[in-house]
């Protein structure tokens, strides 16, 4: 589970709450101080960590003489606010099937675009969309080497130009023909800028001119914390950022500065990266995300995950051979693979109510992982 040190520090700022024999607002002001500390600490803007604060006293005040459970409400009080800070009005952009859908790719250089761009595309692929990839980085060395290397990996078609230098040319003309073969989903990987070198910025206006894409994505380091909010500015007044990916959310003690920077998009996080391979790349559902966050889980998403790894009808078959003692190797080797597309333990067990803050931080799970894999 992503950003595990804050859901762990704001679950326990929460059981005080529900050890305290009487909840009054000096029970409640040590545990909004222990919550804001732990915000502050993951480099959430303070703006948010106050508006939180004063929102939730406000609602206890409002609240103390009614005989409602205040414990479930400053429970519920925690939860929507965080979830109001990482939500924004806009529905994000979803393909549709049967039609072109250009995707362009835009962020600061290091902050893992290309690996998203492979792993937005397996995405859907596995969604079955006919996807593929162009890469319209002509600027930093190596871009078109890693991306074939990735859309080889994950088995999907590129385009790109060892010999062409004009980004505008290359991304026109893979687009172009990507349409004419009938793919889904175009997905074209732009060079790596930051907002002070205008010659790029300028660069990537002419190609969203050129290709006129359905969706501009903006990937977020979360590395960088509170700094994404200057950069996401920038890129939203040079192009239409259409919604937000987060990257490298599974170790960086800085994410919260990253979710709160988005709000400089105004557009929605579609996606975070909670690992290094192509599969770890997660739907975000702000709700989803906090619930889990406070160790509340999630269970439609649970159930939704198992019918994604689970064939219908496998784990009928599973039963039936064991029942009939017709179990043998390649059923076994089938089962550890529907472990692995689980993806991380940690990150699959917090979608259980009160189980996922238990787990973070097992430093066995990667030894565990690669025990299965061989």
Known sequence: MVLAELGQKLTGALRKLQNATVVDEEVLKKVLNEISMALLQSDV?????????????????????????????????????????????????EPKKGKVNVVMFVGLQGSGKTTTCTKFASYWQRKNFRTCLVCADTFRAGAFDQLKQNATKVRIPFYGSYSEVDPVAIAKEGVTQFKKEGFELIIVDTSGRHKQEDDLFEEMIQVEKAIKPDEVIFVMDSSIGQACYDQALAFKKAVKVGSVIITKLDGHAKGGGALSAVAATESPITFIGVGEHFNDLEKFEAESFVNRLLGLGDLRKLFDTIKEIVPEGQQEQFLEKLATGNFRLKDLQTQYNSILNIGPLNQFMSFIPGIGNMLQGQANEKEGIKKIRR
């Open 45 to 93: 803007n303070v703006k948010f960590v106050k508006k939180l604060k004063d929102n939730i006293t406000m609602q206890f005040k409002l609240n103390e003489q009614t005989g409602n459970s205040l414990r479930k409400l400053i429970l519920q009080a925690v939860a929507a606010e965080l979830t109001g800070m990482l939500s924004v009005d806009r529905k994000p952009f």
